[in-house]
T-cell receptor
């Protein structure tokens, strides 16, 4: 079974631009979560989707948004990019709706904002 | 929210040595996972262990949920074990996010 895939793997943008990242979960998984990893803040939760509904959102500004499609694929969007948005963005999927099972992570998208 | 503390923050070992990494958490959890982050950034699942003990080859983990800590044991370490080890927990019903510790950076030298 294929793992979680994320595209693109690397991205360079300039301040003020917007970006869209994509995540395809493991086949059959309906929960998708997004995390941001920076050297200063570590791994921080962005949001979680299940069956196209956002169930949890982390403490990030409204410039960060996401959605999930009927095939469970998810996208996250960051508008009006800032230098501080440079980070590794990780997507994870899990099978259960309860949040009590294993989360599997993709390889990440490394975003650099210049 | 729940707090997760990992210790030690850094660990340098000679190849072949054993090590114990610790994860303390501040509240009851219904999900606890250990990950190894490889040099390319991917988080590799090691254990899903909200309670009890598990073993996988040279690695084993124990979570004592009532005392709010988990331990990851690495035996006969190899240079390929180098990297950052993260503990992540999920607390309580209605929470769908994992809260990560700051990690333990392990360096295994030949």
């Amino acid at each position: 079974k294929a793992g979680v895939t994320q595209t693109p793997r690397y991205l360079i943008k300039t301040r003020g631009q917007q970006v869209t990242l994509s995540c395809s979960p493991i086949s059959g998984h309906r929960s998708v979560s997004w995390y941001q990893q920076t050297p200063g803040q570590g791994l921080q939760f962005l949001f979680e989707y299940f069956s196209e509904t956002q169930r949890n959102k982390g403490n990030f500004p409204g410039r960060f948004s996401g959605r999930q499609f009927s095939n469970s694929r998810s996208e996250m969007n960051v508008s009006t990019l800032e230098l501080g948005d440079s980070a590794l963005y990780l997507c994870a999927s899990s099978l259960s709706s309860l949040g009590t099972d294993t989360q599997y992570f993709g390889p990440g998208t490394r975003l650099t904002v210049l | 929210g729940i707090q997760v503390e990992q210790s030690p923050p850094d660990l340098i070992l000679q190849e072949g040595a054993n090590s114990t990494l610790r994860c303390n958490f501040s509240d009851s959890v219904n999900n606890l996972q250990w990950f190894h982050q490889n040099p390319w950034g991917q988080l590799i699942n090691l254990f899903y262990i909200p309670s009890g003990t598990k073993q996988n080859g040279r690695l084993s983990a124990t979570t004592v949920a009532t005392e709010r800590y988990s331990l990851l044991y690495i035996s006969s370490s190899q240079t390929t074990d180098s990297g950052v080890y993260f503990c992540a927990v999920r607390a309580g019903a209605g929470s769908y996010q994992l809260t990560f510790g700051k990690g333990t950076k392990l360096s295994v030298i030949p």
